[in-house]
């Protein structure tokens, strides 16, 4: 019989007043556990019109202060973030049977946090963050190949490609995080964590 938690669930949800350090110690599990990508996540946003969309991002660093993402700014997503900063995350790891929902507010990070990342960026990555005109029209294949080489000409030290204007990261500070685990016979595990307006987490159970 597996061991409970104060609240009935199972021990893996620990006995903890806020997320983080459980988000923490989930993630640990998922990196040594997770074939591909433990860091992969669902980023839903929303136009100004109401019109949602999702894809996959990965997830570069987080703390107490928020769940960090790179992208281009001129994007899709970007765009999106700049109308409504309301976001959704999920995490799903299939090996743990758990998946882990995160809503909140998005905002950029500093020009300073965005340089440190981006140079540990491999060259090739870094030089497609200016050649990709990201979710824009594409004629062809070819043309961006082309901007590609055009780009290594521009920046034929790997050492000194500077960061585009155009490429930062988005923080988004969590107002709720939602930990689930799988059950039998479709009988979920939930607990949610709710930001209030003291600041304080507060924990609720919910149903499968």
């Known amino acids: 019989m597996n061991e409970k938690n104060s609240l009935g669930l199972d021990k893996c949800f620990l006995d903890i007043n806020e997320p983080f350090e459980l988000f923490e110690k989930w993630f640990d599990e998922a ?9 992969a996540l669902a980023l839903a946003t929303c136009s100004k019109n109401g019109v949602p969309s999702v894809r996959m991002v990965l ?3 987080f703390s107490k202060d928020g769940f960090v993402f790179y992208t281009n700014l001129k994007s899709q997503k970007g765009n999106e973030i700049k ?3 309301n976001v959704s995350m999920c995490f799903h790891w299939k090996s743990l049977l758990r998946q882990i929902r995160i809503n909140g507010k998005v905002t950029k990070v500093s020009n300073q946090t965005a340089d440190e990342y981006y140079n540990t960026r491999a060259y090739e990555s870094r030089i497609g963050a200016w050649a990709s005109k990201q979710s824009s029209t594409l004629n062809n294949r070819e043309d961006l190949l082309d901007a590609i080489k055009s780009y290594k000409k521009k920046f034929k030290d790997e050492n000194k490609v500077p960061r585009p204007d155009h490429w930062s990261g988005w923080r988004l500070k969590p107002e709720s995080i939602e930990f689930w685990l799988d059950g039998d016979n479709r009988i979920h595990e939930r607990l949610k964590y709710l930001l209030n307006s003291k600041g304080i987490w507060e924990k609720i159970l919910l149903s499968p």
Do not use: A, S, T
């Open 31 to 39: 990196q040594k556990k997770e074939i591909n990508d433990p860091n």
């Open 83 to 85: 109308e409504n900063p």
């Open 59 to 61: 997830l570069k660093g």
